[in-house]
């Protein structure tokens, strides 16, 4: 929800999009991507219609210190706004396959990927690999199903791409969430997952678990680093991020 007042200011806007007039004004091939795009319905206009993504967000970068419900792990940032599921939570992976695609080529340099499911993807692997070339990390929830991926792969979470780091959930006495998928290869971390409170769709709030409630957790602390030191690439910052 872009325009939920405790996201609203960092929001992305495309500095060569003009708004509304139908047009590809920065002839990405997209048609007023104004602040991301939607890749299920094909348009501009990426507001979320299920609350999942306003959630996540909100934990990565809900704006700090403004007297509004609560302050991301990071309070400044640019939030691209890339939109593959619908109003259920269900998308392809073709979508997500152009969602990262858009971020590369608009110079996203990290991704939050509270998502799982599905089979192994090739075309999802390549286009991980490819982000991970252009400088990009991918954070992806581990998965909610107390399952050790060292056995049973869940993707992307479970692919080998040195670029991702997945990130199970603990709860609020630090232990591994009753649900949160866990290996001792395939899981890089862990971070808070459970009764989180984040920002939800009509400007309101909400508690919510989930292993996709930790991976914005670990998102924030990359966006920090890279605007703390903006000369450190990803791979530093991911062996940062693992070195605590």
């Not at 325009?3 to 139908?22: K, R, V």
């Not at 939607?38 to 206009?45: E, I, P, R, S």
């Not at 400007?203 to 998102?219: E, K």
Request: hydrophobic letters at 40%.
């Amino acid at each position: 929800d872009y325009d939920h007042p405790d996201l609203a200011a960092n929001i992305w806007t495309n500095p060569g999009e003009i708004p509304g007039n139908n047009l590809d004004d920065d002839h990405n091939g997209y048609v007023d991507d104004v602040h991301g795009y939607d890749f299920v319905n094909h348009d501009g206009d990426p507001r979320d219609d299920n609350g999942h993504g306003t959630h996540t967000a909100g934990t990565v970068a809900a704006v700090g210190n403004n007297g509004l419900g609560v302050a991301g792990v990071v309070w400044h940032a640019k939030i691209v706004v890339l939109k593959f599921l619908n109003a259920s939570g269900s998308g392809a992976t073709s979508g997500a396959v152009e969602a990262l695609q858009y971020g590369m080529r608009m110079g996203v340099r990290l991704t939050n990927n509270s998502w799982t499911g599905g089979f192994y993807s090739r075309a999802l692997e390549d286009a991980i690999a490819a982000a991970g070339a252009a400088g990009q990390l991918f954070v992806a929830a581990a998965g909610n199903a107390h399952t050790d991926t060292d056995a049973r792969p869940h993707y992307p979470a479970s692919l080998p791409e040195d670029c991702i780091i997945t990130v199970a959930a603990t709860d609020n006495a630090d232990q591994l969430a009753s649900f949160s998928d866990y290996g001792a290869t395939s899981v890089d971390l862990a971070a808070p997952g459970v009764d989180i409170l984040s920002t939800f769709p009509g400007q309101s709030y909400r508690l919510i678990s989930g292993t996709s409630m930790a991976a914005p957790h670990v998102t924030g602390a990359a966006a920090f680093l890279m605007g703390f030191f903006p000369g450190m690439g990803a791979a530093e910052v991911k062996a940062r991020l693992l070195r605590f």
